[in-house]
Structures are given as structure tokens and as C-alpha cells.
Nanobody
Framework: QVQIVESGGGLVHPGESLRLSCVDS????????MGWYRQAPGKQRELVAT???????NYADSVKGRFTISRANNVNTVHLQMNRLEPEDTAVYYC????????????WGQGTQVTVSS
């Protein structure tokens, strides 16, 4: 059973960096897909970045070149390095774990707030 713990959110100024981390301590095997989504006030939840077990990545156009997703398969940990943050990046960021397939809904973390403001 998936058990997700997220960390790393906070308040930063535009241009600064943050690193989010997510650990799935429940799965006993290397899960299929790990990723990050975000939801800003009044908007729908959207994909930020995902990474598969074999390292294939997918990014939203708005974060390409600024964000980097990485994972450690042996401990089912995924990181999101966010550089050159912009006020438009302000949102609650959610970790998503898909154990077996990219086509499943997956399990969600509780969310961590990222606020970018001057």
C-alpha cells in the first residue's frame, strides 16, 4: 500500500529555488511512475513533471528548463528541483505515485504549499 510523505515547500522570492521531496514508504518494489502536480487557487490541478522507473521524464511546458525531476528507485523517492521560481509557480504541489502503470489514477500526497512572492 502506498504511503506518501512530502516535504520541502515554503515561501521564496522570485528567482530563488526550492527542492521538493516525496517518499513512498509503503511500496515494496520500484513503482512505475512518480510525479508532481500542482493546483493554484481557482484553477484545476495540472501536471508539473513525471518520471518513470526507467528514467523517462515529462514536463509541463511552463516549467521546462527551470525544474528538474529525479528519483531514487531503490527507496521510491522523487525530488523536484525548482529553479528561477516565478509568482505563477505559486500553488499547492502534490506528489503522485502510480504503482503499476502510467494509466492508473495513482495515489496522492497531502500537498505542500509553494509561494513565490516579492
Amino acid at each position: 500500500q502506498v504511503q506518501i510523505v512530502e516535504s520541502g515547500g515554503g515561501l521564496v522570492h522570485p528567482g530563488e529555488s526550492l527542492r521538493l521531496s516525496c517518499v513512498d514508504s509503503g511500496s515494496t518494489f520500484s513503482v512505475a511512475v512518480m510525479g508532481w502536480y500542482r493546483q493554484a487557487p481557482g484553477k484545476q490541478r495540472e501536471l508539473v513533471a513525471t518520471i518513470t522507473r526507467d528514467g523517462r521524464t515529462n514536463y509541463a511546458d511552463s516549467v521546462k528548463g527551470r525544474f528538474t525531476i529525479s528519483r531514487a528507485n531503490n527507496v521510491n523517492t522523487v525530488h523536484l528541483q525548482m529553479n528561477r521560481l516565478e509568482p505563477e509557480d505559486t500553488a499547492v504541489y502534490y506528489c503522485n505515485i502510480k504503482q503499476f502503470s502510467q494509466y492508473e489514477e495513482g495515489s496522492w500526497g497531502q500537498g505542500t504549499q509553494v509561494t513565490v512572492s516579492s
